[in-house]
T-cell receptor, first 116, second 112 residues
Framework: SAVISQKPSRDICQRGTSLTIQCQVDSQVTMMFWYRQQPGQSLTLIATANQGSEATYESGFVIDKFPISRPNLTFSTLTVSNMSPEDSSIYLC?????????????FGEGSRLTVL | GENVEQHPSTLSVQEGDSAVIKCTYSDSASNYFPWYKQELGKRPQLIIDIRSNVGEKKDQRIAVTLNKTAKHFSLHITETQPEDSAVYFCAASSGRDDKIIFGKGTRLHILP
């Protein structure tokens, strides 16, 4: 298993501002995944964060809006830039377990952002 | 890219009855199909998964079946209990890029 800590757990933000979410894992992992879960909705993959290279973004998500850093194998940040009320959501960091050939994703507790 | 469709969006079953949730996927290269359960206010957790070299897998009251030809897979929960009430997500992964794509979820209500 993997233990993932995210912060902040929740925040209320003003329109036009930016917020950075931090994700810390208790073991070294190659890839970290950032998901968004809007209220009552599914888990939408924003991007895959690889250590030592640019993040890979999914369709509909761009680096200018959601810049990601991955300075080492245990840590990543996601910034939500120039926020609008439509960005109100839970943002989840996730990693796969260290055991080879297991595909299980472990999630952080999520960061609930409310944009006013 | 991969697209996962999930039905129904809401399901109510009497306690003790069975529940079935169905999903289809689009990418024939997908070879890993997990199911996650998310209770209210909590993070999603894996409950069962299946790989494409297996047609069925069972773990106590839950089972998953996979039809590769038709590109669909299903979750079966038998003898449902109140603690089974939650949102269930199916997902698919091709392994090429390790990313996991989720369906829209099914809200399961177990009625007393």
């Amino acid at each position: 298993s993997a233990v993932i800590s995210q912060k902040p757990s929740r925040d209320i933000c003003q329109r036009g501002t930016s917020l950075t979410i931090q994700c810390q894992v208790d073991s070294q992992v190659t890839m970290m995944f950032w998901y968004r879960q809007q209220p009552g909705q599914s888990l939408t993959l924003i991007a895959t964060a690889n250590q030592g290279s640019e993040a890979t973004y999914e369709s509909g998500f761009v680096i200018d809006k959601f810049p990601i850093s991955r300075p080492n194998l245990t840590f990543s940040t996601l910034t939500v830039s120039n926020m609008s009320p439509e960005d109100s959501s839970i943002y989840l960091c996730s990693v796969k377990g260290a055991t080879p050939n297991t595909g299980e994703l472990f999630f952080g507790e999520g960061s609930r952002l409310t944009v006013l | 890219g991969e697209n996962v469709e999930q039905h129904p969006s809401t399901l109510s079953v009497q306690e003790g009855d069975s529940a079935v949730i169905k999903c289809t996927y689009s990418d024939s290269a997908s070879n890993y199909f997990p199911w996650y359960k998310q209770e209210l206010g909590k993070r999603p957790q894996l409950i069962i998964d299946i790989r494409s070299n297996v047609g069925e897998k069972k773990d106590q009251r839950i089972a998953v079946t996979l039809n590769k030809t038709a590109k669909h897979f299903s979750l079966h929960i038998t003898e449902t209990q109140p603690e089974d009430s939650a949102v269930y997500f199916c997902a698919a992964s091709s392994g090429r890029d390790d990313k996991i794509i989720f369906g829209k979820g099914t809200r399961l209500h177990i009625l007393p």
